[in-house]
């Protein structure tokens, strides 16, 4: 449904405040209800995975029932079995994770002037410049959430610690290998802009710099703003899941801002994340003294 060419359309004469009787049929339209944004184009999507980039590596899962995943770590082996001899059996460890539902809001104001500019595109403000605010904050919750009220953040969950007095090549070393050899298949690299720089000052044995701009030891670079200067995590993410219950949904504002000739936009997004094996991550902190 809000992949479809008249949604699109119906939604953008709602953000306009030019609604048809037919328009508000296709959206179902009740002003006290938040609307998703239309997804013909990846406007929206395309935002929050850049301003959060943690959205390319982690698992993204959208529903709207019970918030419950079934997580499997796969523990078994294969092996070579003779002909009429039974097959090993190796059980996987499946859990349940239950997921609660956490609400993320904005409001913005635009003048009437630039919404009935037909060279000013509001849908295009909404899926760029608003949707950044909700990247910006889903990042931050993802890194550094307490769990109280807000999910929690891996730096607040039970993944294994390694504490340095420096940054040396050696330290970076430790903590690749020790992520399970199976982990670092699709393991990643996260840290800030600021710790990315110390790291470039690092160099090998034979003066090789350790950090070509891109990768380490071949594996991808994903730089996270919301860590602190010094810590660096090793992992796969993809058992970071992140389960989406509302994906952003706009409401319009036309009465409460009209007397200062201005509409209003109201967004929200409901989620939460957890990281689903402690042990698919491993970070190294750095202490410095002052």
Same mark, same amino acid.
């Given at each position: ?13 709602m953000?306009?405040? =030019? ?6 049929? !296709? ?7 938040? +609307? ?49 001899? &039974? $097959? ?13 539902? *956490? ?6 104001k ?20 608003? &949707? ?19 999910? +929690? ?12 007095? &420096? $940054?040396?090549? @050696? ?5 690749? #290998?020790?992520?399970?050899?199976? +982990? ?8 800030? @802009? ?12 034979n ?8 990768? !380490?030891?071949? =594996?991808?670079?994903v730089?996270?703003?919301? #860590? @602190? ?7 796969? #993410?993809?058992? %970071?899941?992140? %389960? ?6 706009? =409401?319009? $504002?036309?009465?409460? *801002?009209i ?6 936009? &109201? ?13 698919a991550?491993?970070? +190294? ?6």
């Amino acid at each position: 449904m809000f992949n479809t060419s008249i949604y699109k359309e119906a939604f953008g004469h709602m953000l306009t405040n =030019k609604m048809t009787n037919n328009d508000r049929s !296709i959206l179902n339209y009740d002003k006290e209800l938040y +609307l998703t944004m239309p997804s013909v184009d990846s406007k929206t999507e395309d935002t929050l995975a850049k301003y959060n980039p943690i959205r390319n590596v982690a698992s993204i899962f959208t529903v709207d029932g019970e918030g419950i995943v079934v997580a499997t770590t796969s523990n078994g082996k294969a092996t070579i079995v003779g002909e009429g001899q &039974a $097959l090993p059996e190796n059980d996987d460890e499946s859990k349940e994770i239950r997921f609660s539902s *956490y609400k993320i809001g904005s409001l913005a104001k635009l003048k009437l002037a630039f919404v009935n500019d037909k060279h000013f595109d509001v849908e295009d403000y909404l899926s760029t410049k608003f &949707a950044k605010r909700f990247a910006i904050a889903e990042e931050s919750l993802l890194i550094n959430g307490t769990g109280d009220n807000e999910p +929690l953040g891996i730096m607040n969950t039970d993944i294994a610690k390694s504490n340095a007095d &420096a $940054l040396t090549y @050696d330290e970076i070393v430790k903590l690749f #290998f020790s992520l399970h050899k199976d +982990l670092r298949v699709n393991a990643t690299w996260m840290m800030s @802009d600021a710790m990315a720089m110390k790291v470039k000052g690092i160099k090998d044995s034979n003066g090789n710099p350790l950090f070509n701009g891109k990768s !380490i030891f071949n =594996k991808e670079v994903v730089i996270v703003n919301s #860590f @602190d200067d010094n810590t660096i995590l090793f992992g796969d #993410f993809s058992y %970071l899941y992140i %389960l989406i219950r509302k994906p952003l949904s706009i =409401k319009i $504002l036309t009465e409460k *801002y009209i007397a200062d000739g201005e509409y209003g936009y &109201a967004g929200i997004e409901r989620l939460d994340a957890k990281l689903t094996d402690v042990n698919a991550v491993k970070a +190294l902190v750095i202490h410095t003294e002052e």
